[in-house]
């Protein structure tokens, strides 16, 4: 039932992007077509979850046997650099389109603070192997939906008669700021 529980609030209740605000900057650019939102998505899903299981090993094999918890950071973010460079090959290589619709996004994965954040955020809380593995799939699946909703919204949003000076990152801004209200109204029934 925890892990359960753990799933639906890291996908609903406490969606990384619209509540911790982590993640925006592929969220606002990446979300201009729904088939560029999944494909960042599977990207992050599969980096979150590669890293995240990598740095518990590294953390609990390594660092606190040799107690040097202090280099934390530092392997963390090679572990995550490391597995943005191999998806930025794969992608390139098996998909080329999907490639080119990502850009500059698909490498700033590796700065993307979600993907550090989940890693540790695992090992603050302790949670043993099998739930970092539920969590480090759960956060970025709901990344990936919010991704996807806010993908579609926005492609209607072209044809929508707004102001001007509405058009584009401003009206998505407000979109973004009424999922987040939606989103949180479904903190009561978990």
């Not at 609903?12 to 509540?19: F, P, R």
């Not at 500059?104 to 090992?123: F, H, K, R, S």
């Not at 949003?157 to 001007?164: G, I, N, Q, R, V």
């Amino acid at each position: 039932m925890k892990l359960i529980s753990m799933i639906f609030m890291a996908i609903l209740t406490n969606n990384i992007v619209l509540t911790k605000f982590l993640g925006i900057c592929p969220f606002m650019g990446v979300s201009k077509s729904s088939k560029s939102a999944v494909g960042m998505g599977l990207a992050v899903t599969f980096v979150i979850f590669a890293a995240s299981v990598i740095t518990y090993a590294i953390q609990y094999l390594v660092l606190v046997p040799f107690h040097i918890e202090y280099m934390q950071l530092i392997s963390f973010i090679l572990i995550i650099a490391s597995f943005v460079q191999l998806v930025e090959m794969i992608v390139k290589k098996y998909s080329p389109a999907l490639y080119k619709s990502l850009g500059v996004y698909l490498p700033l994965i590796t700065t993307n603070c979600a993907v550090l954040y989940v890693a540790q955020d695992n090992i603050a809380k302790g949670y043993t192997f099998l739930e970092t593995c539920v969590n480090s799939l759960a956060v970025p699946l709901g990344f990936m939906l919010v991704l996807f909703l806010f993908s579609c919204i926005r492609e209607r949003l072209d044809y929508a008669d707004t102001l001007p000076s509405w058009k584009g990152n401003p009206v998505g801004l407000v979109v973004a700021a009424l999922m987040a209200l939606a989103f949180s109204g479904l903190a009561g029934i978990i």
